[in-house]
T-cell receptor
Framework: AQKVTQAQTEISVVEKEDVTLDCVYE???????LFWYKQPPSGELVFLIR??????QNEISGRYSWNFQKSTSSFNFTITASQVVDSAVYFC???????????????FGSGTRLQVQP | DAGVTQSPTHLIKTRGQHVTLRCSPI?????VSWYQQVLGQGPQFIFQ???????GRGNFPDRFSARQFPNYSSELNVNALLLGDSALYLC?????????????FGPGTRLTVL
């Protein structure tokens, strides 16, 4: 079975600090996809990034960056110069093969709650 | 363009009752997936539908059922509600059900079972 572990339950930082959210995954698939979603208090999951297992290049988007390391099965997310608006629960997810149809469902970690204090 | 929409926003039911939740995908998306998110946990996969056919099912009892309509909207039905069914129910849509597709989520329906 596939598994996603987000060991950090809650992180609290002061505005403008950098923060890294950890994600470790387990899968037997040779081709898979990893995702990060943000869930603000409103509840809607907001898509942030998708990464396939063949692409180990790091990605930067504004203040956000992602570090994918296949050797350690990790896909960590860094927010640079955090802001109060970054306060939310962040989920890492792994696309999972549904054996009978080959379709994909998402396996989520338990999430990391980030609190950015002004 | 409108995102994924879900109705109702909130719902309160009592044990043993039945509930129907509705979802409209992003225009052009043909696949809908349903997830259950219990407080303090990550979403858990319930169903995936594509072109009106069930393409996958998570580890949920037969009290949970769903369907997809010709316009690609979807309903999730839960019978004989239990207290443990209290959760945020999230609908996600994607272009197809393929491995490369990103799922975009709606705001969810918060179900409370008393």
């Amino acid at each position: 079975a596939q598994k996603v572990t987000q060991a950090q339950t809650e992180i609290s930082v002061v505005e403008k600090e950098d923060v890294t959210l950890d994600c470790v995954y387990e899968t037997r698939d040779t081709t898979y996809y990893l995702f990060w979603y943000k869930q603000p208090p409103s509840g809607e999951l907001v898509f942030l990034i998708r990464r396939n297992s063949f692409d180990e290049q790091n990605e930067i988007s504004g203040r956000y960056s992602w570090n994918f390391q296949k050797s350690t099965s990790s896909f960590n997310f860094t927010i640079t110069a955090s802001q109060v608006v970054d306060s939310a629960v962040y989920f890492c997810a792994l696309s999972e093969s549904l054996a009978d149809t080959g379709r994909r469902a998402l396996t989520f970690g338990s999430g990391t709650r980030l609190q950015v204090q002004p | 363009d409108a995102g994924v929409t879900q109705s109702p926003t909130h719902l309160i039911k009592t044990r043993g009752q039945h509930v129907t939740l509705r979802c409209s995908p992003i225009s052009g998306h043909k696949s809908v997936s349903w997830y259950q998110q219990v407080l303090g946990q990550g979403p858990q996969f319930i169903f995936q539908y594509y072109e009106k056919e069930e393409r996958g099912r998570g580890n949920f009892p037969d009290r949970f059922s769903a369907r997809q309509f010709p316009n690609y909207s979807s309903e999730l039905n839960v019978n004989a509600l239990l207290l443990g069914d209290s959760a945020l129910y999230l609908c996600a849509s994607s272009l197809s059900a393929g491995r490369t597709d990103t799922q975009y989520f709606g705001p969810g329906t918060r179900l409370t079972v008393l």
